[in-house]
């Protein structure tokens, strides 16, 4: 292991590194905690001053219950209902293609692949123009049903460089066994790989559930107004109707952050193993 | 459904599809997502491409609404538009400037490559910043850079130097909002290098502990080739995050003041889409120079990726 294991080393040097971390760990998040403390003072405290100091009083109740009065719940719904059908969309269509690649060879295969790779790193902005037109010409523009469309087709270029790698690693002797058995493709797919990819699916699920969540781009592009905006291009309106009213700002802010959070401190074990590409093992 | 093993029948009595099952079911596996993509990612660049040489403000269609201008666009991009040149600068100096998240974050997973008591919950408020979203990370920081209560003024005020309005000055607002990008994306090449830490090989270690090494020259000549494909991916998604940067600038400036933090994408944004009228064909052609810079990165990576599989397949 490297560094050299802290236990092995001085004592006073094993008190400083224990007594160092929660001090490092607080410099780290510090603009959070801020966020987060703003969150809980009263209005009062801003117009007094007391920005740093001690709040005058505790108003998390109050503060959270004016966002969740407000349209921001609206927002999150918003989000939820677009987020959760792109990782159904988008982790169904990369089982398939990462199949199909990972176990196939045939000609062309390697090229679709690099496709589907150069594809998933390209600027948004060259797709912007012609997606947004597609949009409106489908008469989507404005619906939560265009941006999953188009998530899912963007995401499934990451799922598949993904699920392609996690499919090639797997033992090729087990579909040469079940081939020799005379089973059809179709059913070693559906029996014999599929089960075999759950580990792949929670991952690939947990990351893109986080990308989408956290889209601002395509929310602005494709969408505008409540009723089928995100949370993250929704937060601009809340804050441009609490205007310089920090403390609601900030409650709005951490409300919007919550459900990724959630989800990675869940499924952190998932969340790692699919950021890491699977790659770095 | 119950699987029946039925007796193969003879090869001419099969069907066309169970003698060429092997040949077409990966294109029937592929056809869903191929078609998607191709609709949505492919198709979209080559359109952006064409519209790059129209004059056009969005309404009725291309072949109806719009003037072919041929490389006007372009012309006018390179020789008489200083917001242009404004952009690229910026963009290079996200580039140059958001590498340092690689060895910051490398810095941090050596830190925390520990096994006291409690340090998985450390690793995983360390990585907080890269879950939480770009918008939240850019208003918390537009907070931190307040002037009049942020707390960078409330510490630099403390150690003695006047409030600086890092947002508001056309030469630091883009470093200001490349250390808020910097943030989350340590985090991201922390949690890289830590899963690269450890499946380092401790037979290595031990052996080079035992010739002396330590250290600052054990970490660079034991650990760090060790952790190639680790520096390797961290640098993939550096490079296309600094490219790509839009959310923050977005919400912490709106590309102001004057114009003075705006990257490409930023601006391509703004021409096209924004109160100022719908520019679409200027607008794809700073699009398409984008794409052409970022197209010299991912052609890199898939060349890499390529030797990978060639290794692989041998």
């Known amino acids: 292991m490297f560094p050299k294991p802290i236990e092995k080393s001085h004592r006073a040097w094993q008190i400083g590194y224990q007594a160092l971390l929660p001090i490092a760990m607080l410099l780290w998040l510090a603009p959070l905690l801020a966020v987060a403390l703003f969150s809980i003072r009263p209005d009062s405290d801003f117009s007094i001053g007391n920005y740093w100091g001690w709040p005058t009083s505790f108003e998390m109740i109050e503060n959270y219950m004016m966002v969740f009065t407000s349209s921001m719940p609206r927002y999150i719904m918003n989000s939820f209902f677009i987020t959760i059908p792109t990782v159904i ?46 949009t409106l010409d489908m008469g989507l523009y404005n619906t939560k049903t265009g941006l999953v469309l188009f998530h899912i087709a963007f ?37 014999i790989v599929l089960p075999l990819m759950k580990p792949a699916i929670a991952a690939l699920s947990v990351l893109i559930f986080t990308f989408i969540w956290n889209d601002y781009f395509w929310a602005i592009v494709l969408t505008q107004g409540e009723n089928a905006q995100p949370v993250t291009a929704g937060i601009t309106s809340f804050n441009a109707q609490f205007r310089a009213m920090y403390h609601l700002m900030s409650a709005g802010s951490i409300v919007a952050a919550l459900p990724p959070v959630l989800m990675f401190f869940l499924m952190q074990k998932h969340f790692i193993a699919g950021l890491t590409l699977g790659a770095v093992k | 459904m119950a699987i029946t093993t039925q007796p193969i029948p003879p090869l001419a009595k099969q069907s066309w599809y169970r003698r060429n099952e092997i040949a077409v079911t990966p294109w029937l ?146 470093y200001g909002i490349i250390a808020a990008g910097i943030w989350p994306q340590t985090a991201y090449c922390m949690i890289l290098y830590l899963t690269g830490l450890n499946s380092v090989d401790p037979e290595q270690i031990e052996a080079a502990r035992l010739d002396g090494a330590k250290g600052l020259r054990m970490l660079w000549h034991v650990i760090l080739p060790q952790l190639r494909p680790a520096t390797f991916i ?42 100022y009228g719908f520019k679409m064909g200027y607008g794809a052609a700073i699009a398409v120079i984008l794409f052409l810079i970022m197209m010299v990165f991912i052609g890199y990576f898939l060349w890499r990726m390529y030797q990978d599989e060639k290794a692989a397949s041998r």
């Open chain 2, 234 to 275: 961290a640098f993939v998604v550096t490079v296309i995050g600094s490219l790509r940067s839009f959310d923050l600038i977005s919400i912490m400036t709106n590309g102001g003041p004057f114009g003075s933090s705006r990257v490409l994408s930023f601006y391509m944004f703004e021409k096209s889409l924004s109160e």
């Open chain 2, 29 to 174: 596996f592929l056809v869903p997502g191929l078609i998607m993509f191709a609709v949505y990612v492919i198709f979209p660049i080559f359109q952006s491409f064409r519209i790059s040489l129209y004059k056009w403000d969005g309404l009725g269609t291309l072949a109806t609404h719009a003037d072919y201008v041929g490389l006007a666009n372009f012309e006018k991009l390179l020789t008489r538009d200083r917001a242009f040149y404004t952009s690229l600068w910026n963009n290079l100096k996200w580039l140059i400037f958001y590498l340092a998240a690689i060895p910051a974050g490398l810095f941090i997973a050596l830190f925390l490559n520990q096994t006291v008591r409690g340090i998985r919950l450390y690793k995983s408020l360390f990585f907080f910043p890269f879950v939480i979203s770009q918008i939240v990370v850019g208003l918390v920081f537009t907070w931190f850079y307040d002037p009049q209560y942020g707390l960078f003024n409330g510490i630099i005020g403390f150690i003695g130097f006047e409030p600086i309005n890092v947002l508001g000055d056309p030469t630091l607002s883009t």
């Open chain 1, 89 to 134: 969309g988008a982790v169904a269509l990369s089982c398939m293609t990462g199949f199909a690649l990972g176990v196939y060879k045939f000609r062309g295969n390697l090229l679709i692949f690099f496709m589907f790779i150069a594809g998933n790193f390209v600027p948004f902005q060259i797709l912007m123009v012609p997606v947004r037109d597609l």
């Open chain 1, 155 to 191: 995401q499934t270029g990451f799922c598949t460089l993904f699920m392609r790698n996690f499919i090639k690693a797997l033992p090729y002797e087990l579909i040469e066994a079940a081939r020799v058995e005379g089973i059809a493709e179709w059913r070693i797919f559906w029996f």
